[in-house]
């Protein structure tokens, strides 16, 4: 027997084809960005409070070379980046998932020109890439308050600290 594709592998959209798929979604359209290595309750509540602020989430991924770049650790990101484009895609919160391989998502957002753009509580509006461009469109940029003390970094230490201990 031959098993379909789960459909939430239609969500990932290479950059090149953006334009198209964007044109599909209902708006207002929100868009947020990360590495979302080890996906965890802090990621999945922050991107279902990110949905909640519109119609659409589109999610820009950090490619594995923008993550080492970050200085994470040289084992970063554990996860590869299709891996993590697949388990976000799989949220029922996250319309889309597309990449960037830059520093920074300020030309992928400057493509989506999103409604919302929303990052987590650990940035001010005023240092969130694209906030600047986004108000003067008209649209809203949130700093979304992080409801649990959870991170891929936190994850990443518990587990090295109890290496060979089983």
């Known amino acids: 027997m031959v098993y379909p594709s789960p459909s939430f592998e239609d969500k990932i959209c290479p950059p090149e084809q953006l334009a198209e798929r964007l044109a599909a979604l209902p708006r207002p359209l929100v868009f947020t960005n990360g590495c979302f290595d080890i996906l965890h309750r802090g990621h999945v509540t922050y991107l279902a409070q990110a949905r909640a602020l519109g119609a659409s989430l589109?999610?820009?991924?950090?490619?594995?070379?923008?993550?080492?770049?970050q200085g994470k650790g040289d084992d970063r990101p554990i996860n590869n980046e299709l891996n993590r484009a697949a388990v976000l895609a799989a949220l029922e919160s996250v319309s889309l998932?597309?990449?960037?391989?830059?520093?920074?998502?300020?030309e992928l957002i400057e493509l989506i020109k999103p409604d919302v753009l929303v990052k987590g509580g650990d940035w001010t509006v005023d240092k969130i890439v694209g906030s600047g461009e986004t108000l003067a469109r008209g649209g809203q940029v949130h700093s979304i308050p992080f409801l649990f003390d959870t991170s891929?970094?936190?994850?990443l230490e518990k587990i090295r600290a109890n290496e060979g201990k089983a």
């Open 97 to 106: 998932v597309t990449w960037f391989d830059a520093d920074t998502p300020a």
């Open 58 to 69: 589109v999610l820009g991924l950090n490619t594995d070379a923008s993550v080492k770049r």
């Open 152 to 155: 891929t970094t936190k994850t």
